[in-house]
């Protein structure tokens, strides 16, 4: 198997991990940032642990900041999204992040692009404003808008993780991970409610599995896919 379909297999199986998220979401009663920030705690260390075991050093550059803020601020948007729309919802319309990429790509970075990126793209869009438009009213508008936004941070993950070199990537996976937890775990209580152990144990579930393998995946995929299939 050459490089380019083994970081393909890598996301298909960093993208079945990711799609488990809307349901245990649903089923931990606290903010959503509290539950973006303990989430990414658990995936910080899953994703430390990784460094550790391949000898990385922890970089901290330009490339990683800007990684590492669009992570984080991807990981708030859609928990936000979750909890204010359906989990569908919040998971189809975070993938708008193709239409994102194509059009940064296209407008600041110059790069071409093949016409069935573009047709594939354009097909993409049309099916999720079925989803967008059918669920207007209350508040789903604002889960759903939200939902958008994390498919614009995402595109700006996955450009700034393919622009980190080699021994950057993992750091800014695990700086956008620590930023997450930084500015989540304050919200723990707010709403009233209590850590409870099951609560804890979908975190960490969310955590390792639907967060910190995957990204690791992702990190790994970036090296030999291209931002737009990657997304």
Not at 143 to 158: Q, R, T, Y
């Amino acid at each position: 198997m050459n490089a380019e379909k083994k970081a393909m297999l890598q996301m298909v199986v960093c993208a079945t991990l990711w799609s488990i998220a809307g349901l245990f979401i649903k089923l931990i009663d606290l903010d959503p940032f509290a539950i973006a920030g303990m989430r990414s705690l658990f995936a910080a260390a899953t994703v430390l642990v990784f460094m550790v075991l391949r000898r990385e050093k922890i970089r901290l550059t330009r490339n990683v900041a800007i990684s590492a803020f669009f992570l984080a601020a991807t990981f708030l948007a859609f928990v936000s999204a979750n909890k204010l729309t359906t989990a569908a919802n919040a998971i189809v319309l975070q993938y708008t992040s193709p239409v994102f990429i194509l059009i940064a790509s296209a407008l600041f970075l110059k790069e071409r692009f093949l016409r069935v990126d573009l047709a594939v793209v354009l097909a993409t869009l049309a099916g999720i404003s079925l989803f967008f438009f059918d669920q207007l009213d209350g508040g789903k508008l604002v889960g759903n808008l939200l939902g958008v936004l994390s498919g614009l941070f995402m595109a700006g993950m996955f450009l700034s993780v393919r622009h980190c070199d080699k021994s950057e990537r993992m750091s800014g996976m695990l700086m956008g991970h620590l930023l997450t937890a930084l500015i989540g775990i304050p919200f723990l209580g707010m709403d009233g409610g209590g850590l409870s152990g099951q609560s804890l144990g979908f975190l960490a579930l969310l955590g390792v599995l639907q967060l910190g393998i995957p990204y690791i995946l992702c990190g790994l995929a970036s090296e030999n896919c291209p931002p737009l299939a990657c997304s």
